[in-house]
């Protein structure tokens, strides 16, 4: 749509499902109406017009009737009136009445009032007819005279227009321009003409540079922007004028305007790779991301910087700038903060990673002063990450940094907790000189975890690593602490017994008596019937891991087990004392077999799962036997195990990062061109077929990929839209460009008639929208045509676009005819690409995503890689299970998959699928797929995906 067009629908709004005005009825109206009434009139019309209604008749009653009025409201629509009606006749020539109005627009170029004389002057900058515009221009060369600056600006960009289309009109444009932007004294005028010199003639614009730049720093920021737009393609076009203007580039970064002082940095840098160019370019960004406002804004900026350092040369200028950008840090948007120090973490040198780490350690700090729970929670969960990456990338600072850190162990923000254990759990295991350290942290802090995922994987980090006799009796003394008194069943019920009597006590004489079913007497005590008091206050005073017991959560029950199983071994090899081993021994087998007898009780609120059951049941026998294998299971290969899955997850990470690597360029533009007429055979002599290779160069396929199924090619993309015997033909390539998707729309004619005001009609389904209404067109016998048509696209779901193509026959009936158009389905495989996560990531997405589909694996594929395979290559998704875990022969599957959409959406999938045994080479694969995301489309769509690429073309 034209901004004409989108203009008038503006001004109009008119509804389609208005009654159709016949043209009498509308030059009635105009010609007898009052001004209102003229109003709508004409609004009618441009409407009509718009839709691919002539109406010559009207024209002459509207030039006669309505052009000489004074009404605003009317010299509005008339502005876009003239724009959009046809001003020649059908062999081309200009219309008569066309002079009338060309006498008309030179009497408002010359009207007192400025705001008319404006809107004409920017109404001529879009005719495209010479003829009317000659006349014109001794009144639009005055108009740079005129007193008011909105009336000259608008002067300068008629004549620059005019100018651009038809310079015969105007040939002295670039001197008059001149002499008036030397005398001239607003800032927008100004801009306007110097504008129009840059891309009119540009060695005036340079002329006039060189006269005042040394006062460019006083200049408004409108005009400084095109100043910095010139020396960038001056200097582009040719690199020896950049010492001519370096100067005047680095006067504008202490410009009073943002967006100078920003182009002027990327300006600079695009001229100039100097150590100290770079640094001030760099500096200037950070200073335009510390001061602005915008959110937005610093994101972009960022970007910018982040661009910088992808050039090695200018990372290095970065890396002493690294103490600047982390004054980021205090913008208080998530993302920026998060940016921020993903880019600090890459720029970080031996030389200054004690300042990074001491100055995000008071960040850390800061957090617990902040006033947003949430907020402060995530950003120290973004700390803490960072710190990680820090102590890894930088062993020195570890020290320094994990005992700080295990104070957060304690956090109400549990996924804080976890990354601070995380990154306790990945130190320990790397660093030998911080494991007493780490461990005296640990046992100082246990006390003060709250969260019982925290609790699991502390108890675990204290069974792995304790080494000392004195250390593995803390552990135990930790543990009996958080249980309380042992056996626990036999305790909660002496006290429940004694919260019983006292409530029996204190409600003497209040019990109320019920009949049972046999008839008999049973008295209920005010105990039992209170469900929340007395049995809230029994839960606060419960030691942490009792009460995770008690609320059936067993599977810490199960790590409290292999953590006393793995200590009491090794107290064993320690101990030399036979009473004290045994001792120690008994006392992990009593608190193991107290929690089973917990599990099996009825008391928890839930019993004991047969997992956790035979875990404890494992390590229970694992004490009392001490078997040679049972100590190598719980010494050394779980401590493996974890060491194999850091290094993988170490691998994961490096190759999800973007590769720096530039794109080799197959062939140069000075190459010589192979004509395959002049040659028959390849390099090693073996022909070829010459007809094979055209056919692939025609659908899109390089030379040297003979081999590839031509349906992955171009071609693919393209939609038959109508049948082959429809009147018209239509055909549309479907090409996806990031946020928009363009229709290339190829329309034949079919018929031996003309076709008149043929209009292709397009709407959507889904969350697309049409950007612009295409334009009607004609179409002569068997001729054909292309038409393009725009669809933005704002989230990844499925989305169809349908429409039909009208149109009226030459000399026909006068009826509009119709074709209706086949449906085109937007992939959403466009808009997914692979992402890689943690598996901390993982599940906490898992969890917090609410929509949730579920597929059923209904397949021809027999084999359960081949299965996981090409479900990875038909939903564009990354298996994030390690290679290892998928490897060898079973009869089951799991594995889970990650995603991103361009518009930062993320989607989750869960295989799990087996095949029974004994079902050979052939038997069915089954099982199902589970699909989380956080938008209802995403998961929907990527389900519809699944479902029909399951099966496998044979």
Known sequence: MTAAESSCYTLINYPIENESVTEAKLKEDLEKGDTATKVTALKKVMYNILNGEKMPGVLMTIIRFVLPLKDHMIKKLLLIFWEIVPKTQPDGKLLHEMILVCD??????????????????????????????????????????????????????????????????IPDAPELVYGFLEKEQDASCKRNAFMMLIHADQERALEYLSTCIDQVHSFG??????????????????????????????????????????????????????????KAAATCYIDLIVKESDNNVKLIVLDRLIK????????????????????????????????????????????????VVLLLRKEVNKTHTEGD??????????????????????????????????EFLGDTNEQAA?????????????????????????????????????????????????????????????????????????????????????????????????????????????????????GAKADD????????????????????????????????????????????????????????????????????SEDDLDRLATCVKALAERKQLLKEIFGKLCRSAVSVMLEENAQILDSGKPTTEKKVIANQPDDSISFLQLFAKSDQGV?????????????????????????????????????????????????????????????????????????????????????????????????????????????????????????????????????????????IMDYIVPATCTDNEFRSMWAEFEWENKISVNTNISGLREYLDHLVSSTNMKCLTPEKALSGDCGFMAANFYARSIFGEDALANLSIEKPLGSGPEGQVTGHVRIRAKSQGMALSLGDKINLSQKKSS
């Open 221 to 278: 920021d409108i005009l400084q922007l095109v100043i910095v737009e010139l020396i960038y393609k001056v200097c582009i076009a040719n690199p020896s004028e950049r010492s001519r203007f370096i100067k005047c580039i680095y006067n504008l970064l202490n410009s009073s305007s943002n967006a100078v002082r920003y182009e002027a940095a990327g300006t600079l840098v695009t001229l100039s790779s100097a150590p100290t160019a770079v």
């Open 687 to 827: 022909a070829e077929d010459q007809l094979q290779l055209s056919l692939l160069q025609a659908i899109g396929n390089p030379i040297s990929s003979k081999e590839e199924d031509p349906k992955t090619s171009k071609l693919s993309k393209v939609a038959q839209l109508t049948g082959f015997s429809d009147p018209i033909y239509a055909e549309a390539y479907v090409n996806v460009n990031q946020y928009d998707i363009v229709l290339d729309v190829l329309i034949v004619n079919q018929t031996a008639d003309t076709l008149q005001n043929v209009t292709l009609e397009l709407a959507t389904l889904g969350d697309l929208k049409l950007v612009e209404k295409p334009s009607p067109i004609t179409l002569a016998p068997h001729d054909f045509s292309n038409i393009k048509a725009s669809v933005k696209v704002a989230s990844t779901e499925n989305g169809i676009i349908f429409g039909n193509i009208v149109y009226d026959v030459s000399g026909g009936s006068g009826d509009r005819n119709c074709v209706v158009l086949n449906d085109i389905h937007i992939d």
């Open 541 to 608: 005073k419960r030691p942490p891991l009792r009460t995770h017991l008690l609320n059936g959560d067993f599977f810490v029950g199960s790590a409290i087990g292999s953590t006393l199983t793995k200590l009491a071994l090794r107290f064993i090899e320690l101990e030399k004392d036979q009473m004290k081993q045994n001792k120690f021994c008994a006392e992990a087998m009593l608190i193991m077999a107290s929690i089973i007898h917990l599990g099996k009780s009825g008391l928890p609120k839930k019993a004991i």
């Open 104 to 169: 008309a627009y030179r009497k408002d170029l010359e009207h007192p009032n400025e705001y008319i004389r404006g809107s004409t002057l920017r109404f001529l900058c879009k005719l495209k007819e010479a003829e009317l515009l000659e006349p014109l221009m001794p009144a639009i060369r005055g108009c740079l005279e005129h007193r008011h600056s909105y009336v000259r600006r608008n002067a300068v960009m008629a004549i620059y227009t005019i100018y651009r289309n038809f310079d015969f009109l």
């Open 373 to 406: 729970q949430d907020e402060s929670g995530n950003y120290r969960q973004i700390l803490v990450r960072t710190l990680h990456s820090c102590s890894v990338k930088f062993p020195e600072v570890a020290p320094s940094v994990v005992p700080m850190l295990t």
């Open 308 to 355: 910088l350092k992808e050039n090695p040369a200018h990372e290095k200028v970065l890396q002493d700038l690294v103490m600047d950008i982390l004054r980021v840090l205090a913008s208080p948007d998530l993302e920026v903060r998060k940016k921020s120090l993903e880019l600090v973490v890459d720029l970080m040198t031996a030389r200054n990673c004690e300042e």
């Open 418 to 534: 976890l990354d601070v254990l995380l990154f306790i759990r990945e130190a320990i295991q790397k660093f030998d000189t911080l494991k007493t350290v780490i461990i005296e942290k640990l046992l100082e802090s246990f006390h003060t975890i709250k969260s019982i995922k925290i609790h699991r994987h502390a108890l675990w980090i204290l069974g792995e690593y304790c080494i000392r006799a004195s250390d593995i009796q803390s552990v135990m003394n930790e543990i009996k602490t958080g249980l309380g008194e042992i056996p626990i069943v036999d305790d909660e019920l002496k006290k429940e017994a004694g919260e019983d009597s006292e409530a029996h006590e204190d409600s003497k004489g209040s019990g109320q008596k019920l009949v049972t079913a046999d008839g008999t007497y049973a008295t209920q005590s005010a105990f039992t019937s209170k469900t929340g008091g007395a």
